[in-house]
C-alpha cells in the first residue's frame, strides 16, 4: 500500500490508470488509513527493537523460552510461532535468533517506506532507513549468522549436541494432595442436548456454499444408526468416569455430573521423561538447517548475484536436506532434532512437517530471484517451478483424503498432520495456485 501510495503521488493520481485504478480518491484514503495507523506502527516497532534487542548491535533474541522445565527435549520458544524448532539447548543472553533479525529487517523496510508515503519530515524517516540498510546489510548478517564451512545461516547461541530424553524414577514426598474429579452419576443416552449459546444461531448464518466437485465426507458420528451402540473410548479412562461418545446425530450425550475432591497419598515413585546433558554447552552457530536458515532467502535480503543466494538455492534442492515430493520440511533430514519428540507428550511439529506459510514464503522469493537478473535466475526458476507444483499436488490430495485442508503435512507421504480442518495459513494454496 505505502509503495503503491508512493507511485501515485509521484506520477501523479491520473497518470496511470493501471498503478491508479481508483484515481486520487482511493490514493487519499490509502493516505488517512497509513496516517491513522502510524502511531501504532510506531509503537509496535520501537517495543520489539528494545525489548528482543540482543547483545550485540544488529541482533535479536527471542523472549520467553521455556527456562523452568527439565522436561523439554529443547527449551520451545513460542513466541517465534515455532515453539519446537530447535535452537540453542541452553539458554543465555548471548543468544542470537535468526529469523526474528530478518522480520526486524522487513520490518524497518516498511516503515521506511510508509514514512516515505506520508511524506514525514526528514529527521522521522532517518532512524527508520539506517534500521534498513545497517539489518538489510549482507556483510552485517553474515558476520552474526553465517557459518562458512556449510554455507547455512544459523541461530547463535550456548549449544551442546549431546542432549537427550530419558526415562526416569523421580521420587516424591508422601504429603496428602487434592484433586477435583467429575463423578457421572446418571446414564448417558443419545438425545438433543438441552444447552443453549452460540451453536444454535449457527442456522441463523449465512450458509457457505460447498463445491459440487469436493463434498464433504460423511461423518463418523453422523453416518451410523441413531440406536448405534455407544462407541468404546480409545484408551483406558483417567479417574472414575468413563469417557463416552454415542455415535448419534447430536456429538455428545446429556450427563448427570458433580465434582467431588478427592483426597490421598502419590505414589512415591513416578516415571517421567527427564532431560539428561552429556556434554559442554559452548557458544557456537547452532547446528540445525531448517526452515530459519531460510529466513534471508524468504525476506529476499540477498542480492541476486551473491555467492550466498547461490549456495542456498543449491542445498534447497536436496532430498536429503529440505526438499520432499511434498514440498519443503521444517527441518533437514541430517538433523539430530529431526522427527524428535520434544517430551512425553509433544510429538515433532516444526522438526520435519511441512507447513504451508513457510513454503509460500520460499516461493514468493524464488519468484523475485527468477525474474530479477543474475546468474541464479534459471535455478530459481526451476525450483518455483517442482516447489509450485509439489504444494498443490499436496494439498489437493489431502483435502481429497480428508475433506479440509491440515495444519501441517507429512514430509514421507504428504499425509495430514496437526488440526484439520485447518483454514489459517494452509488457506495460502489459493495464492500459490493463482502463481503464474
Not at 198 to 222: A, K, Q, V
Not at 334 to 355: F, K, L
Not at 410 to 424: A, L, R
Amino acid at each position: 500500500m505505502a509503495q503503491q501510495l508512493k507511485k501515485c503521488k509521484l506520477e501523479g493520481a491520473d497518470a496511470s490508470k493501471a498503478l491508479c485504478p481508483a484515481s486520487a480518491g482511493s490514493t487519499d484514503k490509502q493516505a488517512m488509513f497509513l496516517k491513522v495507523a502510524w502511531p501504532r506502527l510506531e509503537a509496535w516497532y520501537g517495543w520489539y527493537n528494545r525489548s528482543f534487542a540482543g547483545l550485540l548491535p544488529g541482533s535479536f533474541r527471542w523472549k520467553g523460552r521455556h527456562v523452568y522445565t527439565n522436561m523439554e527435549l529443547n527449551p520451545k520458544t513460542p513466541s517465534s510461532g515455532m515453539s519446537d524448532y530447535p535452537r540453542a539447548s541452553h539458554l543465555s543472553v548471548e543468544e542470537r535468533h535468526l529469523d526474528l533479525r530478518c522480520w526486524m529487517a522487513v520490518a524497518a523496510e516498511a516503515m521506511t517506506s510508509v514514512a516515505e508515503a506520508l511524506g514525514l519530515p526528514q529527521e522521522k524517516i532517518a532512524p527508520y532507513w539506517e534500521d534498513m540498510s545497517s539489518l538489510g546489510n549482507l556483510e552485517n548478517l553474515d558476520a552474526l549468522h553465517l557459518d562458512a564451512e556449510s554455507g547455512q545461516y544459523r541461530d547463535w547461541g550456548s549449544h551442546t549436541e549431546e542432549v537427550k530424553l530419558t526415562m526416569r524414577s523421580i521420587r516424591v514426598k508422601g504429603q496428602r494432595m487434592e484433586a477435583s474429579l467429575r463423578v457421572v452419576t446418571g446414564t448417558p443416552f443419545p438425545q438433543l442436548v438441552h444447552h443453549f449459546g452460540y451453536d444454535p444461531l449457527f442456522p441463523l448464518m449465512p450458509p457457505t456454499p460447498l463445491s459440487p466437485l469436493h463434498p464433504l465426507p460423511p461423518h463418523p458420528l453422523t453416518s451410523v444408526t441413531p440406536n448405534a451402540t455407544p462407541l468404546t473410548p480409545s484408551r483406558p479412562p483417567l479417574g472414575p468416569e468413563a469417557l463416552l461418545r454415542v455415535a448419534t446425530g447430536s456429538p455428545f450425550p446429556q450427563l448427570e455430573t458433580s465434582l467431588i475432591v478427592v483426597t490421598g497419598t502419590p505414589s512415591p515413585l513416578l516415571e517421567a521423561s527427564l532431560r539428561v546433558v552429556t556434554g559442554t554447552p559452548s557458544p557456537q552457530l547452532v547446528p540445525h538447517f531448517g526452515y530459519v536458515s531460510l529466513f534471508p532467502l524468504m525476506m529476499r535480503l540477498l542480492p541476486p548475484d551473491s555467492v550466498q543466494l547461490g549456495r542456498q538455492l543449491e542445498m534447497l534442492g536436496h532430498a536429503d536436506l529440505l526438499w520432499s515430493s511434498f514440498g519443503l520440511r521444517s527441518l533437514a533430514t541430517n538433523s539430530t532434532m529431526y522427527m524428535a519428540h520434544n517430551s512425553d507428550v509433544e510429538p515433532p511439529g516444526w522438526r520435519g512437517h511441512i507447513a504451508l506459510n513457510m513454503n509460500y514464503l520460499v516461493l514468493k522469493a524464488l519468484q523475485h530471484y527468477r525474474d530479477a537478473p543474475g546468474p541464479h535466475a534459471d535455478l530459481a526458476a526451476s525450483l518455483y517451478t517442482r516447489l509450485r507444483e509439489a504444494l498443490l499436488r499436496t494439498v489437493v490430495n489431502g483435502h481429497q483424503h480428508h475433506g479440509s485442508l491440515c495444519e501441517l503435512y507429512d514430509d514421507k507421504h504428504g499425509k495430514c498432520f496437526g488440526s484439520h480442518p485447518f483454514t489459517g495459513w494452509t488457506a495460502l494454496i489459493t495464492l500459490v495456485a493463482q502463481q503464474p
